[in-house]
């Protein structure tokens, strides 16, 4: 009988410890030592009155689902878009971007510009006119102070993931309802600081404690206080994060949000929270949807749903590494000084034909599906400062890619091995490199195959992301011991100049500056630097500031970097659902929420 | 046996410090970058400064040490603290293990996750053990019967096809096709226990990742149950049973069973740190973000002290069952005495 009553006790253990486990499914998050529990906002000026107007929080809950789980609720700590844009549902910007890319009013009146004063005529000013009566979701009112509280916390905390302060000289309340920036130097595009989903504004009273040495460990990062529609109701790490409508909200006269909860679950893989939305119809919206064009294709046919993508500046390029080999002194260390490539610096030949080799229509089709769309430009903007000098390079060309390369540059293949030869012999063979990825492999098998057809041989390799977008390693991107590169590189918002101001000379990493630098492909134009410099005292009504976008564009396509597919944010909607509008390529894609509502 | 115990309990602690010593070098040596994740746009020195911030510029033996110290007297001491209410040493802000990926303290997130790794396999190890238990002793005692067959046929096939096949299949056909059950896990539905409704919702929620896993446990226990019920249904005191006039049932429960159990209780020991390791798959197939979902993301963000903190506990709830095992066979079999 020993073995029954040790097996017995054994099962109920187990089951007991199991029942305490569930059970215990809400309350076990305050069940941890130290400090507040990050699920009650128990503050006491937590209003209970429930919420006045119309129909607002009559729509039941809206079930969101990201694959990538939310981490933490503060884009200063450090984060990827996942979190931004968990975050972006409680905390908001001053301003923000609307799905076409332009700058709309989050918290403030209008957008200020030179001619409603609200930008000096230096351009090293910027003045914000806050709306009046908003309130924090905890009852307190939002004012100007707030604002310059998000600075100082950012400035003096080390590890804060902003770099939209590096030219701020201060932040100044004029008065509770107008702030003023000042910049160190001329800034015709000065919607950094509190433009959009990454720069949202943080409560004083709430975030005070965090600052400094405080910054990394903060509860509240987990629990943010904020203006948006909705607060926190309950936020389990990389897993799901519940909200509840801020009874606060500005919108709430107005029937805004819908919603009165909302889930955002996270786990799984693209595919199974595509399949929830678009095959089962347990969700409304997933997110990020980076599935085969085939599969989601299918997904979408079943009529549950529809698939929409949101365009911005990411694009993905081939990018050549323009290390000089000639250059004894050369400033980046390529390879500790041994070996550079000799093929690709200053060859606009050679990128021309690389490019021509490449069916981009072919690419975008195999491999993106709707979420990809072929360009020439590193900025590829629809509107007056989108190139068109490149667009030969939409249509493959085999033929005028050999030419090139047989006559203009005089690369033939002396050996009859198929691989054609520098002049001094030295065969058209390099390295490849990206990241682990279906996507990028699939990308990387077409270009080998193009290549192959004007003679070049190129080696494909892949690391894993963590480590080919690891700063301090030698495999990672900045370091660029190798030939070529592909990843995708986007700007901040619009700001066209401070992109392609990654560009300059000052931005090549190298070991002297510790591999800081956007400027990773090595482009070292004067020509480019003194453009950049026109660009940057040009103010943004002047019509000629379009044309030098272009001519950067043009400069940094000529040799340093062959784009070749401009890349979007794929999602998926329910067809209950209404009011989201277009997918937001440009912040974050739950920009406007409190519109979204059940149709019908 | 008393002694026994505490001589393993004693050996096992420099055993968890050197396997911490060696989970951490390894992770230390393992290339991946907490800042990986930021956008590009992020310029390099803000990266440093993040880095820098999560304390990832210490030598390898000062933050060994400083984690050794959080993880055995620290950690335990807060735990300490909120189970009971005291307030032993800094209560008010205790150093605690930071997760970097979330900035919070790590024990809070597995915590978090505890309960809905119990609830699923948990269960599905329970349910795995009450079919192969059961299954094994029949397919022994008729061996080569058709229920044998059967059994045997069910138990390979449940052990070869991999979970994700299984488990995507079970998706397919129960969620899309059928509509039955949801295709996720809602790992925040309180039960209700007063409510048929709310239980009704956790069990629907549930009975796919259950079966599907516990049918890849029970593959294996049954094989394992089978063949040490063959070993002991051919021993001597067997026929010395029957011809004493016992009935078959008393014969095959109280004497057979009885000593083939003692092998596979102590296999079942073994297999119950398995349940917190997670299984991987299952949870990211039904999204439902346990404690093994929780060690992969860790991983792929390159978030250490997760990692450390994760696979030293899996590897203390090994080394502790274990001892339960060997300290179960040694109660369930006289014949085996220690010290």
Not at chain 1, 206 to 220: H, K, L, N, R, T
Request: hydrophobic share 40%; charged share 20%; net charge negative.
């Amino acid at each position: 009988m020993k073995r029954t009553r040790l097996l017995a006790l054994l099962a109920v253990l187990a089951m007991l410890v199991a029942a305490c486990g569930g059970g215990d499914g809400e309350s076990t998050t305050t069940a941890d030592g130290g400090g507040e529990s990050p699920t009650t906002t128990s503050d006491s000026t937590e209003p209970t009155e429930p919420p006045t107007g119309g129909e607002a929080g009559s729509g039941g809950e809206l079930l969101l689902l990201q694959w990538q789980a939310v981490t933490h609720l503060n884009p200063y700590t450090g984060t990827g878009t996942k979190d931004i844009q968990g975050a972006s549902l409680v905390i908001e910007p001053l301003v923000e971007y609307n799905s076409d890319g332009e700058l709309v009013p989050s918290l403030v009146t209008e957008i200020p510009s030179i001619e409603n004063g609200g930008i000096s005529e230096d351009l090293t000013q910027i003045t914000y006119n806050l709306l009046p009566d908003v309130t924090w979701s905890d009852g307190t009112p939002f004012t100007a102070d707030d604002v310059v509280f998000t600075w100082e916390y950012c400035t003096g905390s080390e590890g804060c993931a902003s770099a939209a302060w590096a030219d701020v000289t201060t932040v100044e309340a004029v008065d509770d309802l107008t702030v003023t920036i000042t910049f160190s130097a001329p800034k015709p595009w000065p919607f950094v600081p509190y433009a959009g989903a990454i720069e949202p504004v943080l409560q004083r009273a709430q975030f005070e404690s965090c600052v400094g040495e405080a910054f990394v460990a903060c509860e509240a990062n987990l629990n943010p206080i904020g203006t948006g529609p909705y607060m926190v109701s309950e936020m389990r790490v990389d897993d799901t994060v519940l909200y509840e409508m801020n009874p606060s909200y500005r919108g709430i006269a107005d029937g805004k949000p819908f919603f009165g909860t909302v889930q955002l679950k996270g786990g799984g893989t693209a595919d199974d929270t595509a399949r929830s939305v678009l095959s089962t119809g347990e969700a409304h919206y997933a997110w990020n949807l980076q599935v085969a064009p085939d599969i989601l294709a299918q997904m979408e046919a079943e009529g549950n749903g529809v698939v929409d993508v949101g365009f911005n500046t990411s694009v993905e390029a081939i990018r050549l590494n323009q290390t000089n080999p000639d250059n004894p002194d050369n400033p980046s260390d390529y390879l500790e000084g041994a070996n550079p490539n000799p093929f690709f610096f200053e060859n606009a030949d050679l990128a021309r034909a690389l490019s021509l080799a490449i069916n981009r229509d072919e690419m975008a089709a195999v491999a993106y599906g709707a979420a990809g769309e072929p360009t020439c430009n590193v900025w590829p903007v629809e509107g007056p400062a989108l190139s068109t000098t490149n667009d030969w390079c939409l249509t493959q060309d085999i033929e005028e890619a050999n030419r090139i390369l047989e006559e203009d540059l005089g690369y033939v293949d002396s050996d009859g091995d198929g691989i054609r030869e520098l002049p001094d012999g030295t065969p058209l063979v390099w390295d490849f490199k990206t990241s682990t990825n279906q996507v990028r492999q699939d990308t990387q098998a077409l270009v080998e195959v193009y290549w192959a057809e004007i003679g070049v041989q190129a080696n494909m390799l892949n690391e894993d992301a963590g480590v080919f977008f690891d700063g301090a390693s030698d495999l990672g991107i900045w370091k660029f011991f190798t030939d070529i590169q592909m990843y995708t590189n986007s700007a901040v918002g619009a700001d066209a100049q401070g992109y392609l101001g990654d560009y300059r000379i000052s931005q090549i990493p190298e070991s002297s500056n510790d591999w800081g630098g956007g400027n990773i492909e090595r482009c070292a134009r004067e020509d480019f630097d003194a453009t950049w410099t026109q660009l940057s005292e040009t103010t943004l009504e002047d019509p000629a500031r379009n044309e030098l976008i272009i001519q950067l564009n043009d400069m940094v396509v000529e040799y340093c970097a062959i784009p070749l597919i401009n890349r979007g944010s794929v999602s998926a909607f329910s067809n209950e659902l209404e009011g989201y509008g277009a997918v937001n390529g440009w912040d974050t894609e739950l920009w406007n929420i409190e519109e979204w509502r059940l149709s019908g | 046996m008393g002694r026994y115990i505490i001589r393993r309990t004693l050996f096992a602690i420099p055993t968890l410090i050197v396997i911490s010593l060696i989970i951490f070098a390894i992770l230390d040596l393992a290339p991946g970058d907490p800042t990986s994740q930021l956008p590009l746009n992020v310029p390099t020195e803000v990266r440093e400064r993040i880095r820098e911030a999560l304390g990832l510029g210490d030598p390898f033996l000062v933050s060994w040490l400083k984690w050794l110290k959080l993880m055995f007297i620290t950690e335990p001491i807060n735990a300490f603290n909120a189970i009971f209410g005291t307030c032993i040493g800094d209560c008010t802000d205790p150093d605690r293990i930071i997760s970097w990926s979330s900035r919070t303290p790590a024990f809070n997130i597995i915590i978090e996750r505890i309960p809905q790794t119990l609830w699923v396999l948990g269960i599905a190890f329970i349910i795995g053990i009450l079919i192969a238990i059961p299954v094994g002793v029949i397919s022994a005692y008729k061996q080569y019967s058709a229920f044998d067959n059967v059994g045997t046929f069910v138990t390979m096939v449940g052990f070869s096809l991999p979970v994700f096949f299984t488990g995507l299949l079970s998706i397919i056909i129960f969620s899309v096709w059928l509509g039955w059950f949801p295709s996720f896990y809602s790992t925040t539905h309180v039960v209700d226990w007063t409510s048929w409704e709310s239980i009704w919702f956790q069990i629907k929620q549930m009975i796919m990742p259950v079966a599907v896993l516990s049918l890849f446990n029970a593959a294996a226990l049954s094989r394992f149950t089978r063949a040490s019920m063959l070993d002991n249904l051919n021993q001597d005191y067997v026929r010395t049973a029957r011809s004493k006039g016992l009935s078959e049932n008393t014969v095959v429960t109280t004497h057979v069973m009885r000593n083939s159990m003692i092998p596979v209780v102590t296999l079942i020991a073994l297999q119950v740190p398995g349940i917190f390791a997670g299984a991987i798959i299952t949870e990211q197939i039904f999204r439902i973000n346990g404690l093994g979902q929780l060690l992969i993301a860790s991983l792929q963000s390159a978030d250490i002290p997760m990692v450390q903190t994760l696979t030293f506990l899996f590897a203390f709830l090994i080394v502790v069952f274990n001892l339960v095992a060997d300290v179960t066979y040694g109660v369930l079999d006289p014949r085996i005495r220690y010290d």
